[in-house]
């Protein structure tokens, strides 16, 4: 007989890793990270919601750590996510960021950052990223419309992105 582990392939304790690093994420995100073992991520999800060790928001379609960031969600997080799964294929590692860097990746010998910039924000994450050397990181900045790239002033940036509301993402470069 093969134990749970064997079945998952391991998949659920990484699953777990995700959630609690990020705290809340889109159920589509999930699967798309997990994509060739859909069926049996949809049951992993289903058990450990049921065990109380994920929550499920329903209305929001959210998979959280814990009832606060259920209630607080933070969509700059899955926003920025979306842009992190348009890179999957080729990410070693992955992990949430501090602020203002709201994620990080390796790809390969490249390292990025995932900023993400709301409206009204430019300014601020201008003054505090002067003190933050790129130390040879790309960075992916998220903005919530096209108008704010003209605003920014931010060293290394490899590209401009766009999400909209089902996780497409669209990338720019100022000119």
């Keep these: ?6 079945i998952y392939q391991g998949e659920g304790a990484k699953l777990l890793r995700f959630i609690t690093t990020y705290h809340t994420l889109k159920y589509d995100q999930v699967l798309q990270l ?3 073992h859909e069926q049996s991520i949809k049951s992993l999800v289903t058990s450990l919601i ?3 060790r994920i929550i499920y928001d329903k209305e929001h379609d959210l998979l959280c750590d814990s ?3 259920a209630e607080n969600p933070d969509y700059a997080i899955i926003t920025c996510f979306w842009v992190l799964l348009d890179f999957k294929k080729g990410i070693v590692y992955h ?6 860097i709201k994620l990080n990746f390796f790809s390969q010998d ?11 924000q430019e300014a601020l994450i201008n003054h505090v990223m002067e003190s933050i050397p790129s130390n040879g990181s790309k960075r ?5 419309s096209e108008s704010q790239a003209a605003k920014i002033t931010i060293d290394d940036v490899a590209a401009y992105c766009l999400v909209n509301e089902s996780g497409a993402v669209s990338y720019y470069m100022r000119k």
């Design 1 to 6: 007989m093969k134990t749970r582990n064997e």
């Design 34 to 36: 997990f994509s060739r």
């Design 50 to 52: 049921k065990q109380g």
């Design 67 to 69: 009832q606060q960031s």
């Design 95 to 100: 992990t949430s960021g501090e602020f203002p």
């Design 110 to 120: 490249e390292q990025y950052e995932i900023i993400y910039i709301g409206e009204e």
């Design 140 to 144: 992916l900045i998220v903005l919530e």
